[in-house]
C-alpha cells in the first residue's frame, strides 16, 4: 500500500480501504487455518521443538487478553499472520476477532494513508532518502514485536 499511495497520494484512501479489506480476509483465512489445521500441521512441529511450555504460555495470555492481543499486532509490526493463526487456535470468539482485526488494521492503514497522502512528495523523498534506515528500523521492531510475543 505505501508504494502504491506514495505515487499516487490522491488515492492513498482508497488504497487503504482496499489493504484493510484484503487484510481482514487474509486474518480469517488465518483464524480457519488455526481452528482447523492447528493440530494437524503446528502442534507437531511445536512438539518437535520441546516448545509446547512456550505455547502454552502463549494460549494463557490469548485466554486472558486476546482481544487486546489481536488489537495490538493488528496495528504494530507484530507479524498479524501469526496472531491470527494463534487466534483460531486459541478459540477466541469469531465476531469479537473479525471486529478487532477490522479495527486495528483499518486504523492502521488509514494513519499510514492520511501520512502518505498529506505528505505526499517530501515524504516520498524522505523515504527514498532513508529507505535503508527505515528498512533496519522495522526489522529491528518485528523483531522487538516477535521477542515481546515470548517473554
Do not use: C, N
Request: cysteine-free; overall charge neutral; proline content about 4%.
Amino acid at each position: 500500500m505505501i508504494a502504491l499511495a506514495l505515487g499516487r497520494p490522491l488515492s492513498a484512501f482508497k488504497f487503504a480501504g482496499l489493504a484493510t479489506a484484503g487484510s481482514v480476509v487474509g486474518a480469517m483465512i488465518g483464524y480457519a487455518i488455526g481452528m482447523f489445521l492447528f493440530t494437524a500441521l503446528a502442534q507437531p512441529i511445536i512438539e518437535f521443538y520441546h516448545a509446547m511450555d512456550k505455547f502454552d504460555h502463549v494460549q494463557e495470555w490469548f485466554v486472558e487478553y486476546g482481544v487486546a492481543i489481536v488489537l495490538l499486532a493488528g496495528f504494530s509490526p507484530i507479524p498479524f499472520k501469526v496472531v491470527t493463526i494463534a487466534a483460531g487456535a486459541f478459540g477466541l470468539p469469531f465476531p469479537a476477532f473479525i471486529i478487532t482485526s477490522l479495527v486495528s488494521r483499518g486504523a492502521r492503514f488509514y494513519l499510514e494513508a492520511a501520512l502518505l497522502r498529506w505528505g505526499g512528495d517530501r515524504l516520498r523523498a524522505f523515504v527514498e532518502k532513508y529507505f535503508e534506515w527505515l528498512t533496519i528500523a522495522v526489522a529491528v521492531a518485528v523483531v522487538g514485536g516477535f521477542a515481546l510475543l515470548w517473554l
